[in-house]
T-cell receptor
Framework: RKEVEQDPGPFNVPEGATVAFNCTYS??????FFWYRQDCRKEPKLLMS???SGNEDGRFTAQLNRASQYISLLIRDSKLSDSATYLC???????????FGQGTTLQVKP | NAGVTQTPKFRVLKTGQSMTLLCAQD?????MYWYRQDPGMGLRLIHY???????AKGEVPDGYNVSRLKKQNFLLGLESAAPSQTSVYFC??????????FGPGTRLLVL
């Protein structure tokens, strides 16, 4: 079993739609969680950190469920420019490493 | 402030040739990483460094060597390239309290 698992998609949605991605992690000692965005043939870039209380940044909302060991990303009012691959990232202090999920591809259609 | 830079951007090698990929960061970060990214595999950690003069193995270290002689530079070497090392290589760096910042990547094709 992979340490961080994501549905690779692709998720094809129309502009204006709301879309949600989930990610599960296996290491219960994981401490920090992030969502990265990666555009085609570009480097990953930090989208947002994920906090236990949940956090929102404009149209993006991230949630963490420690009991079930999953994190989620919700995108409201999708834009064409949201088309990208979204990487779920987990940090565990006992390993000292960031573990990346495979990524979920989102394609927003006009 | 250039952030994280990588050279070269693209390279074609023949099997058995050697090369060095250079990663440089100007953010005074202690930690530096080398990843490879392949279709359907996500990012996999090759080697990493927690400070100048230190290196450690990641998930897929075989066939690669690294050196961190200066805090701002992290070199990734391929002594004898193989077709299986065709990939996109990303370097990243971070401070102890922050998440990682990535370089633009190096695309390597081994024939």
């Amino acid at each position: 079993r992979k340490e961080v698992e994501q549905d690779p998609g692709p998720f094809n949605v129309p502009e204006g739609a709301t879309v949600a991605f989930n990610c599960t992690y296996s290491n219960s000692a994981s401490q920090s969680f992030f969502w990265y965005r990666q555009d085609c043939r570009k480097e990953p870039k930090l989208l947002m950190s994920v906090y236990s209380s949940g956090n929102e940044d404009g149209r993006f909302t991230a949630q963490l469920n420690r009991a079930s060991q999953y994190i989620s990303l919700l995108i409201r009012d999708s834009k064409l420019s949201d088309s990208a691959t979204y990487l779920c990232v987990v940090y565990s202090s006992n390993t000292g490493k960031l573990i990346f999920g495979q990524g979920t591809t989102l394609q927003v259609k006009p | 402030n250039a952030g994280v830079t990588q050279t070269p951007k693209f390279r074609v090698l023949k099997t058995g040739q050697s090369m060095t990929l250079l990663c440089a960061q100007d953010m005074n970060h202690e930690y530096m990483y080398w990843y490879r990214q392949d279709p359907g595999m996500g990012l996999r950690l090759i080697h990493y460094s927690v400070g100048e003069g230190t290196t450690a193995k990641g998930e897929v270290p075989d066939g690669y060597n690294v050196s961190r002689l200066k805090k701002q530079n992290f070199l990734l070497g391929l002594e004898s390239a193989a077709p299986s090392q065709t990939s996109v290589y990303f370097c990243a760096s971070r401070t102890k309290k922050e998440t990682q910042y990535f370089g633009p990547g190096t695309r390597l094709l081994v024939l």
